[in-house]
């Protein structure tokens, strides 16, 4: 019998012994890479939709907090805290049930997906709800870490981005290769930083895999995508009050943000900025005609992606992977609403096989 083994142990020769050594995870990752026939017709490229959503918590930040609860447990961490606009959150509160830890959360009071807020409380952390927004969270998590016996489990801890690395190397794994482009969503921009980590490290020929030779040959264009709402790093200042309805990248000012430069720059990509209406069109095409469900932060990737092949930025035929971070089931609400913002309201039928019939439109 065989099973994938969490992103640890799957990928444990190529993250540190911090990590490795004392491992707590669910098995996270192993996520699909999911071609996307209409998307790909739509943009003349050969389109793969990495559905992080399938990770235990419903998020790729499962990846990151395997690796920073396992560091933690190794130092005999017996509580742990972070900020979060959700996912973090709901993840943290898993990960630390597993080992036998306490989890504090702090998230923006009123400003998180209810789907997310019930995991946080299920998991049995002590959600605090800040009169702030996310990147006041994170100030207050980074003090409490400094002055109290807390670890930070927030990307800032280097664990983080070593765990969600791995996507990258799942993502070459799967291809053969890495990709041409690579789109996803930014908001602290841990992610951004951990997937060319990972394309990095899987493209180095010093550091070879299983065949002597590096199992990627090259490293893709990173392109990430903001909020237009919510976007610091295109405007290039903090932005005081980010807004967008993608709650979990409703953040103004990443922690990350020289590393997604760095990324931006060393990959010869972009960092670019998406309306929440191209972010719930592309939410919308996902669903309905890829059968991806997924959270609307998620589907930035991929509305950067739309935006980009609309002003003649796809290169014909190029193999494109956007990353969709998070899972529907999050924060559904937004799957109720029709193309024009008008609540979808579902047909009520008799117990009548010709009503049924017809509210079907059968003949
Ligand atoms: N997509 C989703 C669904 C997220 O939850 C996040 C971040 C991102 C994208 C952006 O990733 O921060 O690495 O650039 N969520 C964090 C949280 C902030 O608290 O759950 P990033």
Request: proline letters at 6%; one cysteine or more; aromatic letters at 4%.
């Amino acid at each position: 019998p065989h099973q994938w083994r969490g992103v640890i142990a799957e990928y444990a020769d190529r993250l540190p012994a911090s990590i490795t050594e004392h491992v707590v995870t669910l098995r996270e990752g192993g996520t699909p890479l999911i071609p996307a026939e209409h998307l790909s017709e739509l943009v003349g490229a050969q389109v793969h939709v990495k559905y992080e959503g399938l990770n235990p918590t419903g998020s790729f930040k499962d990846r990151g907090m395997t690796a920073a609860i396992s560091d933690a447990a190794r130092q005999g961490a017996k509580a742990v805290i972070c900020a979060s606009t959700g996912n973090t959150s709901a993840s943290a509160a898993a990960y630390a049930t597993k080992a036998g830890m306490e989890c504090g959360v702090l998230v923006p009071d009123g400003k998180i997906a209810m789907g997310k807020l019930s995991q946080a409380i299920a998991g049995g952390a002590t959600l605090i709800q800040v009169r702030g927004n996310f990147d006041d969270c994170l100030t207050l998590a980074r003090k409490l870490a400094e002055a109290y016996p807390v670890e930070l489990v927030n990307s800032v801890n280097p664990a983080r981005i070593e765990g969600q690395k791995t996507a990258a190397f799942e993502v070459v794994d799967a291809l053969g290769d890495a990709p041409d482009i690579h789109c996803l969503p930014v908001g602290n921009a841990g992610n951004i930083t951990a997937y060319w980590k990972g394309y990095g490290e899987y493209a180095d020929p010093r550091a070879p895999g299983a065949g002597g030779h590096a199992p990627a040959s090259r490293r893709p264009r990173m392109w990430g995508f903001q909020a237009a709402g919510a976007a610091p790093i295109v405007k290039g200042h903090p932005v005081d009050d980010p807004e967008t309805i993608a709650t979990a990248i409703r953040i103004g000012n990443p922690a990350s943000w020289p590393q997604a430069e760095a990324a931006r720059e060393e990959s010869g990509g972009v960092i670019e900025a998406v309306t929440d209406e191209e972010i719930l069109t592309a939410h919308r095409l996902l669903s309905s005609r890829e059968g991806i469900f997924v959270e609307p932060a998620s589907a930035a990737s991929v509305a950067g992606l739309l935006k980009r092949h609309a002003a003649g930025q796809v290169p014909a035929g190029a193999t494109v992977v956007c990353t969709v971070t998070g899972h529907g089931l999050k924060d559904p609400q937004w799957a109720l609403k029709g193309a024009d913002g008008s609540d979808v309201d579902p047909v009520r039928v008799s117990v009548d096989v010709v009503s049924v019939a017809d509210a079907l439109g059968l003949e």
